[in-house]
């Protein structure tokens, strides 16, 4: 059974970091791009960023571009998001989610972490 | 970037009516690419319809989808109670991915 499960979400002041993480099973992980998208409180989802499944190519959303890292360990099945000069703007869900290639839509979804940003 | 524009914001229907949601492409986009997924509160979203009109997985056959170029529909022939729920667009090739700013279809 394929299981994707976010963790590392929390309170966090204006400009501070933030390192969010998703624990992947049942399936071969460093096979897979791997994205992170995210939902604001009461908004829609926006996709924030992706990796390959070598981890040597990394894509990321103009409003995150230059804050945000995605990386990830396929010894350990992890994927990881780490955050700097987060903004309010950046509070959210924040979702992991896996799809079968670059032409197919996210099959399976992680139940989300919290992140909010607020002095 | 496509940004993809979904209507109405809000459907009110009563069980066992139909649901027409509008989902509408800033330029054309291949039917291969159009997504359609379900969030309910405080769940992940779920994977509806894919290309456009194939169904996933597990999906019930009163859903369906539709529409080619910039314009694209989903369609749920009766509404059952579980069905009343967010639901977003999206478009899935090209980067940056992105969704409709969703349509929630909610109890008349």
């Known amino acids: 059974e394929v299981q994707l499960l976010e963790s590392g979400g929390d309170l966090v002041q204006p400009g501070g970091s933030l390192r969010l993480s998703c624990a992947v099973s049942g399936f071969t992980f460093s096979s897979y791009g791997m994205h992170w998208i995210r939902q604001a409180p009461g908004k829609g989802l926006e996709w924030v960023s992706a990796?390959?499944?070598?981890?040597?190519?990394?894509y990321y959303a103009d409003s995150v571009k230059g804050r945000f890292t995605i990386s990830r360990d396929n010894s350990k099945n992890t994927l990881f998001l780490q955050m700097n000069s987060l903004r309010a703007e950046d509070t959210a869900v924040y979702y992991c989610a896996k799809r079968l290639s670059g032409n197919h839509p996210f099959d399976y979804w992680g139940q989300g972490t919290l992140v909010t940003v607020s002095s | 970037e496509i940004v993809l524009t979904q209507f109405p914001g809000t459907l009110s229907l009563s069980p066992g009516e139909r649901a027409t949601l509008s989902c509408r492409a800033s330029q054309s986009v291949s039917s291969s690419n159009l997504a359609w997924y379900q969030q309910k509160p405080g769940q992940a979203p779920r994977l509806l319809i894919y290309a456009a009109s194939s169904r996933a997985t597990g999906i019930p056959d009163r859903f369906s989808g539709g529409g080619s170029g910039t314009d694209f529909t989903l369609t749920i022939s009766r509404l059952e109670p579980e069905d009343f729920a967010v639901y977003y667009c999206q478009h899935y090739v090209t980067l940056p991915l992105t969704f409709g700013g969703g349509t929630k279809v909610e109890i008349k």
């Open positions: 990796i390959n499944g070598g981890g040597d190519s990394t």
